[in-house]
């Protein structure tokens, strides 16, 4: 459900897991359930029940032994603390989710940091180690056959080099990860990529097409339940508005 852009439909779902786990006493089947239930909570923009829900699953995975799991709430958790705006705390947790899970090997894992990694280095405008994660990320996620975190990461390498002053370019490989994401009925990366044709075309000054693909990309949000996404999106369509003399 999740995948499909169903946010509140999974997060119902895993509090019934939660349910479920607790009379059976399966722990394991609990902390998927917090970890699952803080990610759900964190799109829905519940940040403190997001943050208690991954502190008890890590607690949890370590206390069963699940190094997967608490390889994997150290990335939810680093990815929450971005969310919240303490980037140094942010960093220290991704960092250390990449770490773990190379020594583990856990491949999909490392792509994932690799990526929140890259998303950190650009909210700070540091758009050369953004593209350098963002490539590592693509190519992790094409060894480990995901193709939908291929999709995210080519979607953030067309943003980055859009704002390093190649629209056109830009636009063009986020088009192409547009193309594909619906070919596959990737919800999230289509949303994203079409966000950044937005602003490609808003940079190139064709503000209508602009305007079309940033109100295509909200209403993809919001019928995913992403307030943080959402919001992002709104700034990119009051810079269209504004330029085309809207009130």
Same mark, same amino acid.
């Given at each position: 459900?999740?995948?499909?852009?169903?946010?509140?439909?999974?997060?119902?779902?895993?509090?019934?897991?939660?349910?479920?786990?607790?009379?059976?006493?399966?722990?394991?089947?609990?902390?998927?359930?917090?970890?699952?239930?803080?990610?759900?909570?964190?799109?829905?923009?519940?940040?403190?029940?997001?943050?208690?829900?991954?502190?008890?699953?890590?607690?949890?995975?370590?206390?069963?032994?699940?190094?997967?799991?608490?390889?994997?709430?150290?990335?939810?958790?680093?990815?929450?603390?971005?969310?919240?705006?303490?980037?140094?705390?942010? $960093? !220290?947790?991704?960092?250390?989710?990449? *770490?773990?899970?190379?020594?583990?090997?856990?491949? =999909? @894992?490392? #792509?994932?940091? %690799?990526?929140?990694?890259?998303?950190?280095?650009?909210?700070?405008?540091?758009?050369?180690?953004?593209?350098?994660?963002?490539?590592?990320?693509?190519?992790?996620?094409?060894?480990?056959?995901?193709?939908?975190?291929?999709?995210?990461?080519?979607?953030?390498?067309?943003?980055?080099?859009?704002?390093?002053?190649?629209?056109?370019?830009?636009?063009?490989?986020?088009?192409?990860?547009?193309? $594909? !994401?619906?070919?596959?009925?990737?919800? *999230?990366?289509?949303?994203?990529?079409?966000?950044? =044709? @937005?602003? #490609?075309?808003? %940079?190139?000054?064709?503000?209508?097409?602009?305007?079309?693909?940033?109100?295509?990309?909200?209403?993809?949000?919001?019928?995913?339940?992403?307030?943080?996404?959402?919001?992002?999106?709104?700034?990119?369509?009051?810079?269209?508005?504004?330029?085309?003399?809207?009130?």
């Amino acid at each position: 459900q999740r995948a499909l852009g169903h946010i509140p439909e999974a997060q119902r779902a895993y509090e019934r897991s939660l349910e479920l786990a607790g009379p059976l006493g399966d722990r394991r089947a609990a902390a998927v359930a917090l970890m699952n239930l803080g990610r759900t909570s964190a799109f829905l923009g519940d940040f403190r029940r997001s943050l208690d829900c991954l502190t008890r699953a890590r607690e949890m995975f370590q206390m069963t032994g699940d190094a997967q799991g608490g390889i994997l709430s150290l990335g939810n958790l680093g990815t929450l603390h971005f969310y919240l705006g303490d980037f140094r705390a942010a $960093r !220290a947790l991704l960092e250390d989710y990449r *770490e773990s899970a190379e020594r583990k090997g856990f491949r =999909r @894992a490392i #792509a994932d940091a %690799d990526h929140c990694l890259g998303i950190l280095e650009h909210e700070l405008d540091h758009d050369d180690d953004a593209l350098k994660r963002f490539e590592a990320s693509r190519d992790e996620f094409e060894r480990a056959g995901d193709e939908e975190g291929v999709l995210q990461s080519r979607v953030q390498i067309s943003r980055v080099i859009g704002r390093r002053g190649d629209p056109a370019r830009a636009l063009e490989l986020a088009r192409q990860a547009s193309e $594909r !994401a619906e070919e596959v009925g990737a919800s *999230e990366p289509l949303a994203e990529s079409l966000r950044v =044709r @937005a602003e #490609a075309r808003r %940079d190139l000054g064709q503000l209508e097409e602009a305007q079309h693909a940033a109100e295509r990309a909200l209403a993809l949000f919001e019928q995913q339940s992403q307030p943080y996404a959402e919001g992002v999106c709104c700034r990119t369509l009051a810079k269209i508005y504004r330029d085309r003399g809207f009130e």
